[in-house]
């Protein structure tokens, strides 16, 4: 039986890829919350499509994970850190998916325009335009983004915890450094 030791190419990609985008898109999400100045609007021009893209990407990375199989959790690995590393991975994709349709549908609620590139390319509205709605949105967008960002954190520190203490090839699965670890159990999400 050939067991699997790293994330094919297209998933570490898309891992990546995601990674860097919900990492810019967090940071820029904090400076507009903290920020009525001149950079306000460039920041809103670029929120917005990257947000978009991180929906799509995010689309594409669950449909991906779902066709390619995943490298196992090491043996040794406790079953409640087994189950605990499957639920963090179901809920980044949750936020991942949610989080830009939370903020889709708040713009449609506000009436705004849901531009991509200028003023050539708008997004039809999802909601109808409500205030209450909008309000209600508003504040879970800023919640849901909280939630990811301790999220990616706490991912990242297990990453960590793998590749410098444990080193038991479960970041390496991720980098493509292969994984060297005995790999037995349940199979861990990308």
Known sequence: MNVITQFSLLSRVLHWLMAASI?????????MASSVGPHYHRLVTIHRPLGIAILVLALLRLANRLRTPAPLLPAEFPPLLKLAA???????YMLMIALPLVGWGMLSAGGYPIPLWGQSVLLPPILP??????AWLR??????AFALFGLVLAHIG???FHGLIR????LQSMTGGGNTSNATGIGKTS
Request: charged fraction near 10%; avoid cysteine.
């Open 167 to 170: 080193r038991d090839g479960v």
């Open 129 to 134: 335009h409500d205030p209450t709605m909008w």
């Open 158 to 160: 297990a990453a960590l």
């Open 23 to 31: 990492l810019v898109m967090l940071f820029i999400g904090l400076f």
């Open 139 to 144: 504040s879970a967008h800023t919640v849901l």
């Open 86 to 92: 499957r639920a963090s991975h179901v809920l980044l």
